[in-house]
């Protein structure tokens, strides 16, 4: 299993529980993004900067992952892409997508986006909260130990 992470929009404290799962875990993690960011040295860290434009992060991870592999994310779309790959994904936040639930989360997204584009204010998410962040590295040591004792 391989971690990647769409590091264009990862909150710097998420991105410190991975910095520290993957050394202790001994998980590779590539972090991918169209800017520069700054990560510990580590033989289990990557990272891998891609072309400025849309999409090209989401482009570029949806080509590298693989089946059983985990993507953290808050795009919903690129969610979609990689569960249809047979990988998992899981938001900042905590929040596991699955064949089950991504459909809905796609259709709400969906609709926010038109409800934006016609003019309405919906406003922007809450800050990451320190449950949020509990609630992340909770899922996360769970998919890591049962890939683990899987293997």
Known sequence: MK???DADACP????DILFKAADKREIPITFLANHSI???PSRYIQ?????????VADDEIVKRVNSGDLVITSDIPLAND????????????G?????ENIKSRLNIRDFMDTMRASGMQTGGPAALSQHDRQTFANHLDKIITKYLQSS
């Open 47 to 55: 990272f891998v900067q891609v072309s400025s434009g849309f999409d």
């Open 38 to 40: 700054r990560t510990p």
């Open 12 to 15: 710097v404290a998420i991105k």
């Open 3 to 5: 971690i990647w992470v």
């Open 82 to 93: 990689v569960i249809t790959k047979g990988a998992q994904a899981l938001s900042p936040r």
């Open 95 to 99: 929040e596991l997508f699955t064949i």
